[in-house]
């Protein structure tokens, strides 16, 4: 099955239903035009691929090596890679399930519009992905362990870093703070300073 816009092809190898992909389609076109993406040529569409357990898993390995935790249910490289619904159904609604998959659309939207290696401003790209996607966290138990600095540096090595992401996230895009500019990752001192303030005002 296939869903197919201007901006994305949704190709499903697994017999997810309608009901799960049409939302989707409806979110990934608005995260889409909010990068300011409402068309790419047919060569460059954005694959979201929903594979089957086994499949999902040999690509996983191929992409991460051997450190891939099982709790990763999809991946973005130029394009989304997912695991069906059905294999993870038991773990996530239909609704949190979208959203893992938006995040790492959100990610493929950076990549195309910034060309920034993902591996520099981690902090700043996984809070706008967590926040973009809907995601959602509860912040109520954190302790302050981590100095912003390690947050900043070593973002996958913090504890609870998606809550944090979160956090920040809607920090910079919630309100009048530079939303664009996280966004295009276009101001990243201005981000920056942001989210030190916001990941401060956590553990008041
Ligand atoms: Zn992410």
């Known amino acids: 099955m296939t869903y197919e816009t201007d901006v994305y092809r949704i190709i499903c190898r697994e017999e ?11 979110q990934a076109k608005r995260l889409a035009l909010l990068f300011g993406i ?16 086994k499949p999902f898993e040999r690509e996983k390995g191929l992409h991460f090596g051997k450190s891939a935790g099982p709790e990763i ?4 490289t130029e394009h989304v890679c997912a695991m069906s619904y059905r294999a993870v159904r038991g773990r996530y609604t239909p609704e949190e399930y979208r959203r893992v998959i938006l995040h790492e659309f959100v990610h493929v939207l950076q990549w195309i519009t910034t060309r920034i290696p993902p591996d520099q401003n981690i902090w700043l790209y996984e809070a706008a992905a967590c926040y973009l996607a809907g995601q959602t966290a509860d912040i109520s138990h954190m302790e ?10 070593n973002f996958y090595a ?7 992401a979160y956090h920040l996230g809607t920090a910079l895009l919630s309100g009048c703070v530079p939303g ?4 295009r990752c276009s ?7 942001v989210c030190a303030e916001a990941y401060a005002s956590l553990f008041k």
């Open 180 to 183: 664009e500019a996280a966004i």
């Open 38 to 53: 409402s068309r790419l040529p047919s060569d460059c569409k954005i694959r979201i691929d929903i594979l089957g357990q």
């Open 158 to 164: 913090t504890p609870e870093c998606y809550s944090i």
């Open 144 to 153: 302050h362990t981590v100095p912003w600095d390690m947050v900043r540096q």
């Open 16 to 26: 997810d239903t309608d009901a799960l992909f049409c939302p989707l389609a409806t």
């Open 187 to 193: 101001d990243v001192p201005h981000c920056e300073a």
């Open 73 to 76: 249910v999809a991946f973005s």
